[in-house]
């Protein structure tokens, strides 16, 4: 996330160039909106915004829009913070990532079974 916040194109590595592309439109939106969450780190913020991003891009394909839809597929955003090693998960009710413990794995959990 720290090189995708650059900006500076590395023609000596191309495959590192075609995997922070994916990054660009959560760096976009970093710039224009904001992070979730302004007391992380700019590449925290960057990273966790990537992961919404990647979820609309999921989203994008006919195929998963439609499972969705028919309640066949559920979609989960995780981020996972290497610096503490917490797992957060995505939600949507207080557009936040929120850490996974115990009581909110069980409520993850919980939501598989009401498919």
Known sequence: MKAAMERNPRPDAPNLEKWLHHARTAAFRLEHEGAL????????QLSQLNVLVQLEHLMSYPIV??????????????WFDI??????????????????????AERLIARLGEA
């Open 37 to 44: 969450d302004a007391t992380l780190k700019p590449h925290d």
């Open 83 to 104: 610096a503490s090693g917490n797992m957060y998960s995505y939600e949507r009710a207080s557009r936040s990532f929120v850490v996974i413990d115990r009581q909110l």
């Open 65 to 78: 829009r439609a499972r969705v839809a028919a309640g066949t597929l559920r979609l989960s955003g995780w």
